[in-house]
T-cell receptor, first 112, second 109 residues
Framework: GNSVTQMEGPVTLSEEAFLTINCTYT??????LFWYVQYPGEGLQLLLK?????DKGSNKGFEATYRKETTSFHLEKGSVQVSDSAVYFC???????????FGSGTKLNVKP | SQTIHQWPATLVQPVGSPLSLECTVE??????LYWYRQAAGRGLQLLFY??????ISSEVPQNLSASRPQDRQFILSSKKLLLSDSGFYLC????????FGSGTRLTVV
């Protein structure tokens, strides 16, 4: 079956620190991989995505590379800001279906 | 682009009371619609999806039901809420792209 595992939070960092949120997946086919972000009081927003192995998704300074050999899609940012404080969800979607499988979410707290 | 309206944002309901959460979609027609739930400390889980009016597929057995009376309207219901129904409920639409609503935080007391 399909599943996504991501590191538990909360993750607390100081401003300008380096961020890594680990995500690994299990899939029966060839999924697309996503990172969604949920700011306080808001719905989920697509942060970045990658549709095939070795693709790198990037947006707002965040990056993640689709690693088929390690079934991973780790989220990274070189220098976090207070405004990056949110909950981050890793997710996969099989190509033949329009259903998402989400990780449990990782809460990021960035302190000034 | 499609926009999803979901209400209310927060809801506190007693055990045994009924539930009705509504989701409407603008900016597209004939979308696939989805209800997800996030229980405390867990990821988002797909509850129901619908590919058209009156067509509902349930992903997990539970105390909830869904209906799609109109093309762009998706309703999540329960006749009698349980404590375990507490969580964060998200509606989503996919038609060329996937869009989430802002969610409803339901607390059953």
């Amino acid at each position: 079956g399909n599943s996504v595992t991501q590191m538990e939070g909360p993750v607390t960092l100081s401003e300008e620190a380096f961020l890594t949120i680990n995500c690994t997946y299990t899939a029966t086919g060839y999924p697309s991989l996503f990172w969604y972000v949920q700011y306080p009081g808001e719905g989920l927003q697509l942060l970045l995505k990658a549709t095939k192995a070795d693709d790198k998704g990037s947006n707002k300074g965040f990056e993640a590379t689709y690693r088929k050999e390690t079934t991973s899609f780790h989220l990274e940012k070189g220098s976090v800001q207070v405004s990056d404080s949110a909950v981050y969800f890793c997710a996969l979607k099989e190509d033949n279906f329009n259903k998402f499988y989400f990780g449990s979410g990782t809460k990021l707290n960035v302190k000034p | 682009s499609q926009t999803i309206h979901q209400w209310p944002a927060t809801l506190v309901q007693p055990v045994g009371s009924p539930l009705s959460l509504e989701c409407t979609v603008e900016g597209t027609s004939n979308p696939n619609l989805y209800w997800y739930r996030q229980a405390a400390g867990r990821g988002l889980q797909l509850l129901f999806y619908s590919v058209g009016i009156g067509q509902i597929s349930s992903e997990v057995p539970q105390n909830l039901s869904a209906s799609r009376p109109q093309d762009r309207q998706f309703i999540l219901s329960s006749k009698k809420l349980l404590l375990s129904d507490s969580g964060f409920y998200l509606c989503a639409s996919s038609r060329g792209g996937y869009t989430f609503g802002s969610g409803t935080r339901l607390t059953v007391v």
